[in-house]
Protein backbone atom coordinates (compact mmCIF):
# COMPACT_ATOMS: atom_id res chain seq x y z
CA UNK A 1 0.00 0.00 0.00
CA UNK A 2 1.25 3.80 -0.87
CA UNK A 3 0.76 7.25 -0.81
CA UNK A 4 -0.24 7.05 -4.12
CA UNK A 5 -3.08 5.09 -3.67
CA UNK A 6 -4.66 7.25 -0.80
CA UNK A 7 -3.83 10.40 -3.39
CA UNK A 8 -6.07 8.58 -5.96
CA UNK A 9 -9.15 8.07 -3.55
CA UNK A 10 -9.25 11.67 -2.69
CA UNK A 11 -8.13 12.82 -6.36
CA UNK A 12 -4.97 13.25 -7.32
CA UNK A 13 -5.82 16.02 -9.36
CA UNK A 14 -8.86 18.00 -8.47
CA UNK A 15 -9.85 21.68 -6.71
CA UNK A 16 -6.92 21.52 -4.25
CA UNK A 17 -3.85 20.58 -6.31
CA UNK A 18 -5.34 23.15 -9.11
CA UNK A 19 -5.83 25.80 -5.89
CA UNK A 20 -2.77 25.26 -4.68
CA UNK A 21 -1.06 25.46 -8.62
CA UNK A 22 -2.97 28.68 -8.74
CA UNK A 23 -1.32 30.10 -5.07
CA UNK A 24 2.42 28.95 -6.38
CA UNK A 25 1.80 30.76 -9.10
CA UNK A 26 2.15 34.26 -7.90
CA UNK A 27 5.17 33.99 -5.79
CA UNK A 28 7.02 32.04 -8.76
CA UNK A 29 6.25 34.98 -11.42
CA UNK A 30 9.37 36.71 -9.26
CA UNK A 31 11.96 33.86 -10.32
CA UNK A 32 12.30 35.03 -13.85
CA UNK A 33 11.90 38.86 -13.27
CA UNK A 34 15.04 38.32 -10.41
CA UNK A 35 16.74 35.77 -12.73
CA UNK A 36 16.65 37.71 -15.90
CA UNK A 37 16.95 41.12 -14.14
CA UNK A 38 19.99 41.96 -14.72
CA UNK A 39 19.56 41.72 -18.63
CA UNK A 40 18.61 45.23 -18.38
CA UNK A 41 19.81 46.71 -14.87
CA UNK A 42 23.44 46.48 -16.09
CA UNK A 43 22.94 47.09 -19.53
CA UNK A 44 25.79 50.00 -21.13
CA UNK A 45 24.22 52.20 -22.88
CA UNK A 46 26.23 54.31 -25.67
CA UNK A 47 28.64 56.60 -23.64
CA UNK A 48 31.74 59.29 -23.81
CA UNK A 49 34.18 61.43 -21.59
CA UNK A 50 32.59 64.63 -20.40
CA UNK A 51 35.17 67.03 -21.87
CA UNK A 52 34.04 69.53 -19.20
CA UNK A 53 37.89 69.10 -18.39
CA UNK A 54 39.11 70.99 -21.73
CA UNK A 55 37.43 73.86 -21.24
CA UNK A 56 40.38 75.85 -21.86
CA UNK A 57 38.50 79.65 -22.98
CA UNK A 58 36.64 81.16 -25.18
CA UNK A 59 37.47 79.50 -28.36
CA UNK A 60 36.31 76.43 -26.88
CA UNK A 61 33.21 77.26 -25.50
CA UNK A 62 32.11 79.35 -28.99
CA UNK A 63 32.35 76.06 -30.22
CA UNK A 64 28.81 73.67 -30.98
CA UNK A 65 28.54 70.58 -29.09
CA UNK A 66 29.59 68.54 -32.50
CA UNK A 67 32.88 70.58 -33.25
CA UNK A 68 33.88 70.75 -29.36
CA UNK A 69 33.64 66.25 -29.45
CA UNK A 70 35.47 66.73 -32.68
CA UNK A 71 38.21 68.28 -30.84
CA UNK A 72 37.92 66.27 -27.84
CA UNK A 73 37.38 62.67 -28.86
CA UNK A 74 39.42 60.23 -30.52
CA UNK A 75 38.33 57.92 -33.50
CA UNK A 76 38.05 54.36 -33.19
CA UNK A 77 39.01 51.70 -36.21
CA UNK A 78 35.95 51.75 -37.22
CA UNK A 79 34.88 55.64 -37.25
CA UNK A 80 32.96 55.87 -34.17
CA UNK A 81 33.36 58.35 -31.41
CA UNK A 82 35.94 56.70 -28.10
CA UNK A 83 34.03 55.76 -25.27
CA UNK A 84 36.74 55.80 -22.93
CA UNK A 85 39.47 57.99 -24.02
CA UNK A 86 39.64 61.84 -24.54
CA UNK A 87 42.42 64.25 -26.39
CA UNK A 88 45.59 65.36 -23.61
CA UNK A 89 44.06 68.71 -24.69
CA UNK A 90 41.66 70.23 -27.54
CA UNK A 91 42.81 69.83 -31.26
CA UNK A 92 41.82 72.24 -32.87
CA UNK A 93 43.00 71.51 -36.18
CA UNK A 94 40.72 68.66 -36.38
CA UNK A 95 38.06 70.70 -37.21
CA UNK A 96 39.56 71.64 -40.64
CA UNK A 97 41.04 68.19 -40.98
CA UNK A 98 40.12 64.99 -38.93
CA UNK A 99 41.90 62.73 -40.24
CA UNK A 100 45.26 62.56 -38.97
CA UNK A 101 43.99 61.97 -35.30
CA UNK A 102 45.95 58.47 -34.80
CA UNK A 103 49.05 59.85 -33.14
CA UNK A 104 47.47 62.57 -31.15
CA UNK A 105 48.28 62.05 -27.29
CA UNK A 106 45.05 60.75 -25.63
CA UNK A 107 44.07 60.01 -21.62
CA UNK A 108 41.25 58.15 -20.23
CA UNK A 109 38.33 59.76 -19.41
CA UNK A 110 39.12 62.19 -16.44
CA UNK A 111 35.72 64.02 -15.44
CA UNK A 112 33.57 61.01 -16.20
CA UNK A 113 30.93 60.07 -18.75
CA UNK A 114 28.33 61.27 -20.72
CA UNK A 115 25.24 58.43 -21.10
CA UNK A 116 22.94 58.05 -23.68
CA UNK A 117 19.68 58.03 -22.00
CA UNK A 118 17.25 57.70 -24.59
CA UNK A 119 16.34 53.76 -23.80
CA UNK A 120 17.35 53.45 -20.27
CA UNK A 121 16.73 55.85 -17.92
CA UNK A 122 19.19 54.85 -15.17
CA UNK A 123 21.60 51.35 -15.17
CA UNK A 124 24.34 49.83 -12.74
CA UNK A 125 26.59 51.27 -15.07
CA UNK A 126 25.23 54.85 -15.18
CA UNK A 127 24.59 54.76 -11.79
CA UNK A 128 28.29 54.22 -10.66
CA UNK A 129 30.42 54.66 -13.73
CA UNK A 130 30.82 50.79 -14.10
CA UNK A 131 32.27 51.41 -17.42
CA UNK A 132 35.71 51.39 -19.24
CA UNK A 133 38.03 49.43 -16.92
CA UNK A 134 35.15 48.57 -14.77
CA UNK A 135 32.84 47.10 -17.27
CA UNK A 136 33.37 43.45 -16.46
CA UNK A 137 31.74 44.50 -13.01
CA UNK A 138 28.69 44.26 -14.83
CA UNK A 139 28.73 40.72 -15.26
CA UNK A 140 29.67 40.31 -12.02
CA UNK A 141 26.90 40.91 -10.62
CA UNK A 142 24.61 38.69 -12.23
CA UNK A 143 27.40 36.40 -10.81
CA UNK A 144 26.98 37.32 -7.41
CA UNK A 145 23.15 36.68 -7.61
CA UNK A 146 23.91 33.38 -8.89
CA UNK A 147 26.03 32.77 -5.55
CA UNK A 148 23.73 33.59 -3.36
CA UNK A 149 20.89 31.33 -5.22
CA UNK A 150 23.44 28.48 -5.32
CA UNK A 151 24.07 29.09 -1.42
CA UNK A 152 19.85 28.83 -1.14
CA UNK A 153 19.51 26.15 -2.56
CA UNK A 154 21.64 23.92 -0.60
CA UNK A 155 20.27 25.68 2.82
CA UNK A 156 16.59 25.76 1.44
CA UNK A 157 16.85 22.49 0.38
CA UNK A 158 18.06 21.03 3.85
CA UNK A 159 15.64 23.17 5.86
CA UNK A 160 12.86 21.76 3.82
CA UNK A 161 13.65 18.58 4.47
CA UNK A 162 14.08 18.99 8.06
CA UNK A 163 11.23 21.13 8.99
CA UNK A 164 8.95 21.00 6.68
CA UNK A 165 7.93 22.85 3.02
CA UNK A 166 5.61 25.05 3.82
CA UNK A 167 7.37 27.04 6.55
CA UNK A 168 10.56 27.06 4.60
CA UNK A 169 8.68 28.46 1.68
CA UNK A 170 7.26 31.09 4.18
CA UNK A 171 10.82 32.36 5.15
CA UNK A 172 12.03 32.31 1.36
CA UNK A 173 9.42 34.73 0.70
CA UNK A 174 10.11 36.84 3.17
CA UNK A 175 13.77 36.67 2.56
CA UNK A 176 13.41 37.80 -1.09
CA UNK A 177 10.95 40.28 -0.13
CA UNK A 178 12.86 42.47 2.29
CA UNK A 179 16.61 42.00 0.38
CA UNK A 180 14.53 42.45 -3.23
CA UNK A 181 13.66 45.71 -2.28
CA UNK A 182 16.83 46.79 -0.31
CA UNK A 183 18.74 46.08 -3.25
CA UNK A 184 16.22 48.93 -5.31
CA UNK A 185 17.56 51.41 -2.31
CA UNK A 186 21.21 50.84 -1.97
CA UNK A 187 23.27 53.76 -1.95
CA UNK A 188 26.60 52.36 -3.35
CA UNK A 189 27.75 49.36 -5.53
CA UNK A 190 28.74 47.01 -2.56
CA UNK A 191 25.75 47.54 -0.71
CA UNK A 192 23.87 46.41 -4.01
CA UNK A 193 25.94 43.24 -4.65
CA UNK A 194 25.12 42.30 -0.80
CA UNK A 195 21.93 42.92 -1.16
CA UNK A 196 21.28 40.84 -4.52
CA UNK A 197 23.83 37.96 -3.06
CA UNK A 198 21.24 37.78 -0.34
CA UNK A 199 17.98 38.27 -2.76
CA UNK A 200 19.40 35.38 -4.39
CA UNK A 201 19.98 32.89 -1.49
CA UNK A 202 16.04 33.55 -0.58
CA UNK A 203 14.36 32.95 -3.84
CA UNK A 204 15.96 29.80 -4.48
CA UNK A 205 13.78 28.42 -1.39
CA UNK A 206 10.96 29.78 -3.96
CA UNK A 207 12.30 27.68 -6.87
CA UNK A 208 12.68 24.21 -5.32
CA UNK A 209 10.40 24.46 -2.90
CA UNK A 210 7.14 25.25 -4.75
CA UNK A 211 8.02 22.56 -7.73
CA UNK A 212 8.52 19.51 -4.56
CA UNK A 213 5.36 20.69 -2.76
CA UNK A 214 3.02 20.47 -6.35
CA UNK A 215 4.42 17.43 -7.37
CA UNK A 216 4.07 15.47 -3.77
CA UNK A 217 0.55 16.56 -4.19
CA UNK A 218 -0.29 15.07 -7.60
CA UNK A 219 -0.84 11.69 -8.71
CA UNK A 220 1.60 9.77 -11.35
CA UNK A 221 -0.84 10.48 -14.52
CA UNK A 222 -0.76 14.01 -14.03
CA UNK A 223 2.90 14.98 -12.79
CA UNK A 224 3.57 15.56 -16.12
CA UNK A 225 1.06 17.94 -16.77
CA UNK A 226 1.73 19.58 -13.42
CA UNK A 227 5.58 19.68 -14.07
CA UNK A 228 5.04 21.35 -17.50
CA UNK A 229 2.22 24.14 -15.98
CA UNK A 230 4.67 25.50 -13.78
CA UNK A 231 7.75 26.15 -15.65
CA UNK A 232 4.69 28.02 -17.64
CA UNK A 233 4.58 30.47 -15.57
CA UNK A 234 8.07 30.94 -16.12
CA UNK A 235 7.55 31.26 -19.76
CA UNK A 236 4.95 33.71 -19.62
CA UNK A 237 6.74 35.94 -16.63
CA UNK A 238 9.98 36.06 -18.94
CA UNK A 239 7.37 37.09 -21.93
CA UNK A 240 5.79 40.05 -19.24
CA UNK A 241 9.25 41.15 -18.16
CA UNK A 242 10.50 42.49 -21.69
CA UNK A 243 7.08 45.25 -21.63
CA UNK A 244 7.87 45.86 -17.47
CA UNK A 245 11.47 46.85 -18.58
CA UNK A 246 10.71 48.70 -21.69
CA UNK A 247 8.13 51.03 -19.06
CA UNK A 248 9.97 50.74 -16.22
CA UNK A 249 13.45 52.11 -17.84
CA UNK A 250 14.98 53.06 -14.06
CA UNK A 251 16.61 50.16 -12.89
CA UNK A 252 15.76 50.95 -9.00
CA UNK A 253 12.28 51.46 -9.57
CA UNK A 254 12.37 47.97 -12.19
CA UNK A 255 13.99 46.10 -9.27
CA UNK A 256 11.19 47.40 -6.89
CA UNK A 257 8.74 46.62 -9.05
CA UNK A 258 9.82 42.83 -10.14
CA UNK A 259 9.60 42.15 -6.10
CA UNK A 260 6.54 43.36 -5.62
CA UNK A 261 4.45 40.35 -6.86
CA UNK A 262 5.81 38.35 -3.37
CA UNK A 263 3.61 40.86 -0.98
CA UNK A 264 0.83 39.05 -2.06
CA UNK A 265 2.06 35.64 -2.16
CA UNK A 266 2.92 36.27 1.62
CA UNK A 267 -0.58 36.85 2.10
CA UNK A 268 -1.47 33.98 0.24
CA UNK A 269 0.27 31.40 1.87
CA UNK A 270 -1.96 30.66 4.95
CA UNK A 271 -4.02 28.75 1.62
CA UNK A 272 -0.73 26.68 1.09
CA UNK A 273 -1.22 22.73 2.33
CA UNK A 274 2.15 21.39 4.05
CA UNK A 275 3.10 18.25 1.76
CA UNK A 276 1.38 14.86 3.28
CA UNK A 277 4.36 12.92 2.23
CA UNK A 278 6.43 14.95 4.19
CA UNK A 279 4.35 14.72 7.07
CA UNK A 280 4.01 10.88 6.80
CA UNK A 281 7.33 10.16 6.66
CA UNK A 282 8.33 12.44 9.97
CA UNK A 283 5.84 10.66 11.36
CA UNK A 284 3.45 13.42 11.95
CA UNK A 285 0.16 11.47 10.46
CA UNK A 286 -2.51 13.38 12.39
CA UNK A 287 -0.89 16.43 10.29
CA UNK A 288 -1.37 14.87 7.39
CA UNK A 289 -4.71 13.41 8.12
CA UNK A 290 -6.03 17.21 8.39
CA UNK A 291 -4.55 18.06 4.58
CA UNK A 292 -5.60 15.05 3.60
CA UNK A 293 -8.95 15.74 4.41
CA UNK A 294 -8.97 19.19 3.20
CA UNK A 295 -7.98 17.70 0.40
CA UNK A 296 -10.83 15.16 0.21
CA UNK A 297 -13.35 18.16 1.18
CA UNK A 298 -12.48 20.36 -1.56
CA UNK A 299 -12.37 17.51 -4.88
CA UNK A 300 -15.65 16.18 -3.35
CA UNK A 301 -14.01 12.92 -1.76
CA UNK A 302 -15.22 13.02 1.90
CA UNK A 303 -16.59 9.32 2.28
CA UNK A 304 -13.08 8.15 1.47
CA UNK A 305 -11.50 10.23 4.61
CA UNK A 306 -14.77 9.74 7.00
CA UNK A 307 -13.24 6.19 7.41
CA UNK A 308 -9.74 6.56 7.20
CA UNK A 309 -8.15 7.02 10.61
CA UNK A 310 -4.59 8.66 11.33
CA UNK A 311 -2.58 6.19 12.54
CA UNK A 312 -3.42 3.82 9.30
CA UNK A 313 -1.25 6.65 7.50
CA UNK A 314 1.62 5.32 9.53
CA UNK A 315 1.56 2.49 6.90
CA UNK A 316 0.83 4.47 3.95
CA UNK A 317 5.08 5.08 4.21
CA UNK A 318 7.45 2.49 6.03
CA UNK A 319 10.14 4.33 7.67
CA UNK A 320 12.95 2.77 9.52
CA UNK A 321 13.26 5.40 12.01
CA UNK A 322 10.61 8.18 12.12
CA UNK A 323 13.07 10.51 14.31
CA UNK A 324 16.09 10.33 12.10
CA UNK A 325 17.03 13.55 10.52
CA UNK A 326 18.49 13.67 7.19
CA UNK A 327 21.06 15.82 5.64
CA UNK A 328 23.64 16.12 2.68
CA UNK A 329 25.74 13.75 4.09
CA UNK A 330 22.67 10.91 3.10
CA UNK A 331 23.57 11.60 -0.33
CA UNK A 332 26.73 9.62 -0.25
CA UNK A 333 26.44 7.21 2.16
CA UNK A 334 25.32 4.69 -0.28
CA UNK A 335 26.13 3.80 -3.45
CA UNK A 336 22.89 3.92 -5.01
CA UNK A 337 22.26 7.43 -3.59
CA UNK A 338 26.05 8.50 -4.12
CA UNK A 339 25.41 7.76 -8.03
CA UNK A 340 22.41 9.42 -8.57
CA UNK A 341 23.55 12.50 -6.46
CA UNK A 342 26.60 12.33 -8.96
CA UNK A 343 24.96 12.00 -12.00
CA UNK A 344 21.64 14.79 -11.46
CA UNK A 345 24.46 17.12 -10.59
CA UNK A 346 26.48 16.73 -13.94
CA UNK A 347 23.01 17.18 -15.59
CA UNK A 348 21.33 19.60 -13.65
CA UNK A 349 25.28 21.97 -14.19
CA UNK A 350 24.88 21.22 -17.80
CA UNK A 351 21.28 22.70 -17.96
CA UNK A 352 21.67 25.64 -16.56
CA UNK A 353 25.36 26.63 -17.64
CA UNK A 354 24.17 25.95 -21.01
CA UNK A 355 20.56 28.20 -20.25
CA UNK A 356 21.78 30.63 -19.06
CA UNK A 357 24.47 31.21 -21.39
CA UNK A 358 21.90 32.13 -24.12
CA UNK A 359 19.28 33.92 -21.94
CA UNK A 360 22.18 36.53 -20.20
CA UNK A 361 23.73 37.03 -23.75
CA UNK A 362 20.69 38.55 -24.96
CA UNK A 363 22.58 41.76 -26.52
CA UNK A 364 24.79 39.31 -28.37
CA UNK A 365 22.42 38.61 -31.12
CA UNK A 366 22.24 41.50 -32.80
CA UNK A 367 18.71 43.01 -31.78
CA UNK A 368 17.00 45.54 -30.04
CA UNK A 369 17.29 44.29 -26.33
CA UNK A 370 13.15 44.34 -25.94
CA UNK A 371 12.64 42.26 -28.69
CA UNK A 372 15.08 39.70 -28.43
CA UNK A 373 13.96 38.79 -24.70
CA UNK A 374 10.37 38.87 -26.50
CA UNK A 375 11.07 36.42 -28.74
CA UNK A 376 13.28 34.06 -26.52
CA UNK A 377 10.13 34.25 -24.02
CA UNK A 378 7.92 33.35 -26.84
CA UNK A 379 9.62 30.50 -28.13
CA UNK A 380 9.99 28.82 -25.23
CA UNK A 381 6.07 28.21 -25.14
CA UNK A 382 5.95 25.65 -27.95
CA UNK A 383 9.31 24.03 -26.14
CA UNK A 384 6.72 23.49 -23.30
CA UNK A 385 3.82 22.21 -25.27
CA UNK A 386 5.62 19.76 -27.27
CA UNK A 387 7.22 18.21 -24.53
CA UNK A 388 3.97 17.17 -22.53
CA UNK A 389 4.24 14.57 -25.84
CA UNK A 390 8.09 13.74 -25.60
CA UNK A 391 7.77 13.46 -21.55
CA UNK A 392 5.11 10.49 -22.16
CA UNK A 393 6.13 9.14 -25.22
CA UNK A 394 9.63 8.93 -24.73
CA UNK A 395 10.34 8.96 -21.45
CA UNK A 396 12.03 11.58 -19.12
CA UNK A 397 15.59 10.14 -19.49
CA UNK A 398 15.86 10.59 -23.63
CA UNK A 399 14.02 13.33 -23.59
CA UNK A 400 15.95 14.76 -21.46
CA UNK A 401 19.46 13.64 -23.39
CA UNK A 402 17.50 15.07 -26.47
CA UNK A 403 16.95 18.32 -25.53
CA UNK A 404 20.31 18.80 -24.40
CA UNK A 405 21.83 17.46 -27.57
CA UNK A 406 19.61 19.58 -30.04
CA UNK A 407 20.63 23.00 -27.54
CA UNK A 408 23.91 22.35 -28.13
CA UNK A 409 23.34 21.45 -32.17
CA UNK A 410 21.81 24.90 -32.54
CA UNK A 411 25.01 26.89 -30.66
CA UNK A 412 26.92 24.77 -33.01
CA UNK A 413 25.26 26.08 -35.96
CA UNK A 414 25.04 30.00 -34.52
CA UNK A 415 28.75 29.83 -34.78
CA UNK A 416 29.26 29.85 -38.31
CA UNK A 417 26.55 32.54 -38.78
CA UNK A 418 28.18 36.35 -39.46
CA UNK A 419 27.15 38.81 -37.26
CA UNK A 420 25.71 40.78 -39.42
CA UNK A 421 22.97 37.99 -40.51
CA UNK A 422 21.18 38.89 -37.17
CA UNK A 423 17.81 37.42 -38.47
CA UNK A 424 19.91 34.16 -39.28
CA UNK A 425 21.25 34.50 -35.72
CA UNK A 426 17.99 35.65 -33.31
CA UNK A 427 16.35 32.30 -35.17
CA UNK A 428 19.22 29.64 -33.95
CA UNK A 429 19.46 31.47 -30.76
CA UNK A 430 15.36 31.53 -30.07
CA UNK A 431 15.71 27.76 -30.84
CA UNK A 432 18.47 26.96 -28.88
CA UNK A 433 16.58 28.86 -25.94
CA UNK A 434 13.54 26.46 -27.14
CA UNK A 435 15.37 22.97 -26.28
CA UNK A 436 16.94 24.42 -22.88
CA UNK A 437 14.03 25.36 -21.72
CA UNK A 438 12.64 22.10 -22.48
CA UNK A 439 15.41 20.71 -20.96
CA UNK A 440 15.21 22.80 -17.62
CA UNK A 441 11.59 22.16 -17.47
CA UNK A 442 12.21 18.11 -17.73
CA UNK A 443 15.21 18.23 -15.31
CA UNK A 444 12.80 19.71 -12.28
CA UNK A 445 10.26 16.94 -12.97
CA UNK A 446 12.69 14.42 -13.40
CA UNK A 447 15.20 15.15 -10.37
CA UNK A 448 11.88 15.39 -8.39
CA UNK A 449 10.80 11.90 -9.16
CA UNK A 450 14.23 10.21 -8.87
CA UNK A 451 15.07 11.14 -5.52
CA UNK A 452 12.75 9.47 -2.23
CA UNK A 453 10.39 11.92 -0.03
CA UNK A 454 12.91 12.13 2.73
CA UNK A 455 15.59 12.96 0.71
CA UNK A 456 13.59 15.28 -2.30
CA UNK A 457 14.32 18.48 -0.89
CA UNK A 458 17.53 17.25 -0.04
CA UNK A 459 18.36 15.86 -3.38
CA UNK A 460 17.05 18.79 -5.31
CA UNK A 461 18.80 20.97 -3.62
CA UNK A 462 22.19 19.81 -4.20
CA UNK A 463 21.37 19.20 -7.35
CA UNK A 464 20.38 23.20 -7.83
CA UNK A 465 23.31 24.24 -6.06
CA UNK A 466 25.10 22.17 -8.69
CA UNK A 467 23.05 24.17 -11.25
CA UNK A 468 23.81 27.45 -10.10
CA UNK A 469 27.43 26.83 -9.83
CA UNK A 470 27.22 26.56 -13.80
CA UNK A 471 24.99 29.79 -13.64
CA UNK A 472 27.22 31.79 -12.03
CA UNK A 473 30.17 30.53 -14.71
CA UNK A 474 27.89 31.43 -17.41
CA UNK A 475 28.81 35.20 -17.33
CA UNK A 476 32.55 34.56 -16.82
CA UNK A 477 32.38 32.24 -19.48
CA UNK A 478 30.53 34.85 -21.73
CA UNK A 479 34.03 37.23 -20.94
CA UNK A 480 35.99 35.05 -23.57
CA UNK A 481 33.93 36.46 -26.46
CA UNK A 482 37.27 39.34 -25.75
CA UNK A 483 39.60 36.75 -26.80
CA UNK A 484 37.62 34.67 -29.58
CA UNK A 485 33.99 35.02 -30.22
CA UNK A 486 33.23 31.57 -30.92
CA UNK A 487 35.04 30.62 -27.48
CA UNK A 488 31.53 30.89 -25.15
CA UNK A 489 29.67 28.51 -27.67
CA UNK A 490 32.24 26.20 -28.02
CA UNK A 491 32.05 25.68 -23.87
CA UNK A 492 28.39 25.49 -23.81
CA UNK A 493 28.62 22.94 -26.79
CA UNK A 494 30.60 21.06 -24.66
CA UNK A 495 29.26 20.96 -21.04
CA UNK A 496 25.37 20.53 -23.06
CA UNK A 497 27.07 17.00 -24.78
CA UNK A 498 28.64 15.57 -21.38
CA UNK A 499 25.25 16.61 -19.84
CA UNK A 500 23.20 14.72 -22.28
CA UNK A 501 25.48 12.06 -21.98
CA UNK A 502 25.26 11.68 -18.47
CA UNK A 503 21.43 11.53 -18.56
CA UNK A 504 21.66 8.39 -19.84
CA UNK A 505 22.87 6.67 -17.33
CA UNK A 506 19.87 7.60 -14.85
CA UNK A 507 16.90 5.38 -14.35
CA UNK A 508 13.52 5.95 -15.76
CA UNK A 509 10.58 7.63 -14.06
CA UNK A 510 7.63 7.42 -16.18
CA UNK A 511 4.67 6.13 -15.21
CA UNK A 512 6.79 4.78 -11.62
CA UNK A 513 5.73 5.52 -7.98
CA UNK A 514 7.59 8.25 -6.54
CA UNK A 515 10.22 6.65 -3.97
CA UNK A 516 9.45 7.32 -0.25
CA UNK A 517 12.84 6.01 1.68
CA UNK A 518 16.42 5.58 0.31
CA UNK A 519 15.82 1.55 1.29
CA UNK A 520 13.64 2.44 -1.89
CA UNK A 521 16.19 3.53 -4.14
CA UNK A 522 19.38 0.94 -2.31
CA UNK A 523 16.62 -2.03 -2.99
CA UNK A 524 15.22 -1.54 -6.42
CA UNK A 525 16.25 -3.11 -8.99
CA UNK A 526 16.57 -1.69 -12.69
CA UNK A 527 13.59 -4.36 -13.91
CA UNK A 528 11.52 -3.42 -11.50
CA UNK A 529 12.39 0.36 -11.06
CA UNK A 530 11.10 0.50 -14.93
CA UNK A 531 8.41 -1.37 -14.47
CA UNK A 532 4.89 0.76 -15.37
CA UNK A 533 2.46 1.21 -11.79
CA UNK A 534 -0.66 -0.72 -12.01
CA UNK A 535 -3.30 -0.28 -9.48
CA UNK A 536 -3.48 3.37 -8.68
CA UNK A 537 -6.80 4.01 -9.95
CA UNK A 538 -9.62 4.32 -6.86
CA UNK A 539 -11.39 0.85 -6.39
CA UNK A 540 -13.75 -0.42 -4.09
CA UNK A 541 -11.80 -2.58 -2.11
CA UNK A 542 -9.27 -0.07 -1.10
CA UNK A 543 -11.52 1.13 1.18
CA UNK A 544 -12.33 -2.27 2.67
CA UNK A 545 -8.39 -2.66 3.53
CA UNK A 546 -8.08 0.38 5.37
CA UNK A 547 -11.45 -0.56 7.53
CA UNK A 548 -10.04 -4.27 8.01
CA UNK A 549 -6.59 -2.36 8.63
Not at 35 to 54: E, G, K, M, Q, T
Not at 140 to 156: E, K, N
Not at 202 to 225: A, D, F, M, P, Q
Request: hydrophobic content about 45%.
Amino acid sequence: MKFENVLAEVNGFGRFQIRTLLLLVIPRMTLPFHFLLNNFISVIPSHRCNIRALDDGEIFRSLSLEDKLVASIPLQSDGSPSSCQMFAEPQYHLLYNSTNSTDLPTIPCQDGWVYDNSVFKSTLATEWDLVCDKRSVNRVTATIFFMGVMLGAAVFGYLSDRFGRKGTLLVSYIMTTIFGFASAFSYNFNMFAAMRFFTGFGISGISIISIVLCVEWVGIKHRTLVGVLMSLDWSFSTTLLPGVAYFVNDWRYLTATVTSPLLPAIICWRWLPESARWLISTGKVNSAHFYLTKCAKLNRREEFMADLKPEILSKVILVEDENRKYSYMDLVKTPKMRRLALLTGIVWFGVACVYYGISLNVPGFGVDIYLTQFIYAISEIPGKIFIIFFLNKLGRRWTQAGTLGFTGLCLFCNIFVPQNMWIARTAFGAAGKMFAEAAFTTVFLYTTELYPTVMRQNGLGFSSFAARTGVSLSPLVMILEDVKSYLPNIIFILVACIASVSTSFLPETLNVRLPETIEDIEQTSKTSKRKLCENLEPSPGLLLFFVTS
